[in-house]
């Protein structure tokens, strides 16, 4: 069955400090995967897209690479502040946009 | 404000009750999305409308239902309830091209006592 895994365990990082997340997948084809970020009680928020034939997307302090080879993708916070402490999801999405879905998300942590 | 509204905020209802959330997609969204998020879990697919249409569904109960009306609002309803069907249900939109994020609402929670 399809199945998504990303770090089950808390990220804990200094300000200042890259946040490396992963997000590996089996048994899934996807066309493109999503990054979102969710604060506790609340709704995720959609950040960053990267498609199949794409291998890496920047938005500003956010990058994202993806490998369909490993099935993998990684998701980078450059110079990581307190405010970006947050659980980071992704999620895997199929050609024509249907059935989405989504890995258990990492927590992150950022130290002042 | 993402632009999606959902209705209820909160809903503490009896096991056996049935319960009806709504949700209205972003302006020019026509794809509609139902998920499930139990305490500590990730979200769970339940089902995908687009322009009225179903389009994908998930590990949905038969308990459950949805629909899409012309207006292109969602309803999805919940009977029979039992306590494990307590969770946060959000409501997400997509505009018609693909390749787009998903805008979520701020989700229903249920609460089965």
Same mark, same amino acid.
């Given at each position: 069955s399809q199945k998504i895994e990303q770090n089950s365990e808390a990220l804990n990082i200094q300000e200042g400090k890259t946040a490396t997340l992963t997000c590996n997948y089996t048994n899934y084809s996807p066309a493109y995967l999503q990054w979102y970020r969710q604060d506790p009680g609340r709704g995720p928020v959609f950040l960053l897209l990267i498609r199949e034939n794409e291998k890496e997307k920047r938005k500003e302090r956010l990058k994202v690479t993806f490998d369909t080879t490993l099935k993998q993708s990684l998701f980078h916070i450059t110079?990581?502040?307190?405010?970006?402490?947050a659980t980071y999801l992704c999620a895997l999405v199929h050609t024509g946009g249907f059935k989405t879905i989504f890995g258990a998300g990492t927590r992150l942590f950022v130290k002042a | 404000d993402s632009g999606v509204t959902q209705t209820p905020k909160h809903l503490i209802t009896a096991t056996g009750q049935r319960v009806t959330l709504r949700c209205s997609p972003r302006s020019g969204d026509l794809s509609v999305y139902w998920y499930q998020q139990s305490l500590d879990q990730g979200l769970q697919f339940l089902i995908q409308y687009y322009n009225g249409e179903e389009r994908a569904k998930g590990?949905? !109960? @038969?308990r459950f239902s949805a629909q899409q009306f012309p207006d292109l609002h969602s309803e999805l309803n919940l009977s029979? !309830? @039992?306590?494990?069907?307590?969770a946060l249900y959000f409501c997400a939109s997509s505009p018609p091209s693909e390749g787009y994020g998903y805008t979520f609402g701020s989700g229903t929670r249920l609460t089965v006592v």
């Open positions: 110079a990581s502040q307190p405010a970006d402490s | 590990n949905i !109960l @038969e029979s !309830l @039992e306590l494990g069907d307590s």
